[in-house]
């Protein structure tokens, strides 16, 4: 699962069914900060899981609030699951990675 994606994607949706400006600015800020989680994880594998598990955990908070109260699949319940696995995914990587 890749939340860079979903977070995009949910943002561009969001713009496209209500022009929401918040909505398209979240999802690109958010997408942009997971690619550079993505390309320190081979480098500092710690500190990007640490900012992936911030970012991965609001976007569950956010969108999952969202989803609790619109009860709609898209975009809310795709970001909230794909962001709960990746909570996990991360995570694990940290614990992994300080056991190491």
Known sequence: PDTRKAGSAGGVMGYMKSGSQKSLAAGGISALVLFFVHTQL????VFASAIGLGI???????MGSR??????????GVVSLLSLVMVGGYAHGIMRSSHA
């Open 56 to 62: 991965s955990a609001a976007l569950l908070s956010v």
């Open 67 to 76: 989803f609790k109260k619109s009860g709609k699949i898209f975009p809310a």
């Open 42 to 45: 081979p480098v500092r594998p």
